[in-house]
């Protein structure tokens, strides 16, 4: 059988080399000259910066997808777990250092942030431990069938309660608030329409905690584009799809500028809203937007970078990032920012105590627009626009015979982790040559 993937994303790669494995012939076509989307890496003289993520969830995703496509994750790659997600410095003044992987650790960072909020932030995250397994067996870890799944699995997906109306319930102190829904705003969704049961990420970061690799997240895409060349996929970059082939309500095949392609099944990896044949599939979401980002190459200070994210609350947050390389004496950073930031980002960050700006001998700018076109889309996603959101994305079935989704358009979203899991769905849904 003979299977196309559309984009070489995570994603993408991640289909390629688990169909590859079950005995698929498998081609692979993105429209960038090098694999791995956003999760690759960008120089800027001899300064190397993480283009995406600098760090992850649920390193068992990554390393199930190395086992079952080849050699183990370890013998090619180092993921190492992260003591602080992320350092939040909120506008009063007042701090936290966000642990993971520990629940007595958050319950101590927490009460020293103010008495009794250490008992509140493990009490709202305990609530999400039931929910996550049950989202897992039945969303994360198996094609979503309705009439396989529990009834309280499909109570949790469809109830209307918003993360907003959730951690307001939850918690007397709105940095807390803020920490809890920090992943979704620095995305740029809005919380009143972000499902209340995506608080299981909180459950997630404090059970398994967030991990990194000394090389720089970024790399993991090379080390993946290898994967695929030992399990003999056929890539072509360069190289971008047209539109898909549909005829008689079945994909056929895919077109490219070089001409068509046939195929017996297709995997869409990237924003289907790229493709006529898709668009009216998907006419009811709309993709996250980018924020901007820029890259600074900076001088050592000799303090200690931290590991996780830098995150600078305000009506505009900035979120530090220390992903990527550097010569000895200096150091990597990317500041993301959204929305209308007040002054310059390093004059912003120096206004919230952050002050970089006589370190700085190397900047790099990149836009929103920019990284549309470098990305062919958004890695985000799909908006979270209320419950109604999981049922309007694609994946791993589609309307149309013979067409597959993947990526974090599809289910179960964006992420690295959640993109390698859409990637195992999409295996599944097809089966074994």
């Known amino acids: 059988m003979h299977v196309v993937i559309i984009g070489g994303g995570f994603a993408g790669m991640a289909s390629a080399a688990r169909l590859a494995k079950l005995g698929h012939a498998v081609s692979l076509f993105d429209a960038a000259p090098a694999l791995g989307g956003a999760l690759s890496q960008v120089q800027l003289d001899d300064f190397i910066f993480d283009s995406g993520p600098s760090t992850t969830l649920l390193p068992a995703v990554t390393r199930d997808l190395f086992r079952k496509s080849g050699r183990p994750l370890e013998r090619e790659y180092e993921l190492v777990p992260v003591p602080v997600i992320a350092e939040h410095r909120f506008v009063d003044g007042t701090s936290l250092a966000l642990t993971g992987g520990s629940r007595a650790g958050q319950k101590v960072a927490f009460e020293a942030l103010g008495e009794g909020l250490g008992h509140e932030w493990v009490g709202y995250v305990d609530t999400w431990g039931e929910v996550w397994e049950r989202l897992r067996k039945d969303y994360l870890e198996r094609p979503w069938d309705p009439t396989m799944a529990s009834p309280e699995s499909k109570k949790i997906l469809a109830s209307r309660l918003s993360l907003t109306k959730r951690l307001r319930s939850a ?114 979401t709309r993709s996250t937007s980018l924020p901007h980002l820029t890259h600074l190459g900076l001088l050592d200070d000799g303090a200690a970078d931290p590991p996780g994210e830098l995150v600078l609350h305000g009506a505009s947050p900035l979120v530090l990032r220390h992903g990527g390389s550097a010569p000895e004496g200096r150091r990597v950073v990317t500041v993301q920012s959204r929305g209308m930031v007040p002054a310059d980002v390093l004059d912003e ?3 919230r105590g952050h002050d970089l700006r006589d370190r700085v001998i190397a900047r790099l700018d990149r836009t929103p627009e920019t990284l549309t076109r470098e990305w062919g889309g958004s890695p985000l996603g799909v908006q979270w626009r209320g419950s109604g959101t999981v049922r309007r994305r694609l994946g791993p079935d589609t309307p149309v015979k013979g067409l597959y989704a993947a990526g974090a358009h599809a289910t179960p979203g964006s992420g690295l982790p959640f993109t390698g899991l859409s990637g195992a769905l999409v295996a599944q849904a097809i089966g074994p040559a």
């Open 171 to 284: 918690f007397t102190d709105d940095r807390l608030a803020l920490v809890a829904g920090h992943r979704f705003t620095s995305e740029g969704h809005d919380l009143r329409r972000v499902p209340a049961w995506l608080g299981t990420l909180s459950y997630v970061e404090q059970k398994f905690g967030s991990w990194t690799s000394p090389q720089g997240l970024g790399g993991l895409g090379a080390v993946m584009a290898s994967r695929l060349r030992t399990r003999k996929v056929e890539i072509h970059t360069s190289t971008p799809v047209l539109d898909v082939l549909v005829r008689g309500g079945r994909a056929v095949g895919v077109r490219t500028a070089a001409g068509e392609v046939a195929a017996d099944a297709v995997v869409c990896a990237v924003d289907p809203r790229r493709l006529p044949a898709l668009r009216p599939l998907v006419k009811r």
């Open 349 to 351: 960050m120096a206004a």
